[in-house]
């Protein structure tokens, strides 16, 4: 079972800083998970559209320019792929885009610098975010989230192509984990942070989890 840091989390340093990212490699961790927003010309490493919450200002990341995004130390998507060791499991939630052209030749431009391969996966609640993507033929593997227990699996719709189905452990039930699994695809649960949670999921026989305590994860891993 595969160990992914969540958003490069840790509680030492503020989240999604690069310092973060530094922390959750050396976690020992399978791979990371992080958020990007491509916004006004850049592509950003945060997960909410809001910088209250992590750093108690009241700024849209719409509000973002170099200078701001500097002082608030947020980490552009080619900055964290180039620090994050080629081996390492990546996967980059999509959240939003304000610029489908704009997003696209980043992601190009990131392809064409080595920086994607078939360690990298590129996941979205979005469906037209994952199209989009999926026009310009990246080396990536393809990933479909959902936490909604009523969603029709992609399976059945077949209108993406994806490789592995990223659910919520509100729904992840023996059931649907079963469900997902015949189709062929590998089924990856967020986000888990107790033992009680790793023990379940491994016993249901999911491929990967998300955490926030990447370090704990990996020792209880170990030694189970």
């Not at 993406?160 to 919520?168: A, H, L, N």
């Not at 023996?174 to 888990?192: D, E, H, M, P, Y």
């Amino acid at each position: 079972m595969q160990i992914l840091a969540h958003r490069g989390a840790s509680k030492r340093v503020l989240e999604n800083s690069m310092e973060a990212f530094r922390s959750a490699i050396s976690s020992g961790c399978d791979g990371i998970e992080f958020d990007v927003h491509f916004c006004n010309g850049q592509a950003l490493i945060i997960h909410d559209t809001n910088l209250y919450r992590t750093h108690k200002v009241d700024v849209n990341i719409t509000e973002l320019n170099e200078t701001l995004r500097q002082q608030y130390q947020i980490p552009t998507l080619t900055q964290v792929m180039a620090l994050l060791p080629p081996d390492l499991i990546i996967n980059i939630e999509v959240k939003s885009c304000d610029d489908v052209l704009f997003m696209q030749e980043y992601m190009a431009k990131l392809s064409h610098l080595g920086l994607f391969s078939e360690h990298v996966v590129l996941s979205s609640f979005d469906k037209r975010l994952l199209e989009h993507l999926q026009c310009i033929k990246l080396p990536v593997k393809w990933g479909w989230l959902s936490e909604d227990r009523h969603q029709e699996l992609p399976s059945i719709r077949g209108d993406i192509i994806y490789d592995i189905v990223g659910i919520s452990s509100e729904i992840a039930t023996a059931q649907r984990i079963t469900t997902i699994k015949q189709t062929g695809k590998s089924v990856w649960v967020f986000t888990l942070d107790e033992p009680a949670q790793w023990e379940d999921m491994l016993q249901l026989g999911v491929d990967g989890y998300f955490t926030n305590t990447p370090h704990e994860a990996v020792h209880w891993f170990n030694s189970r």
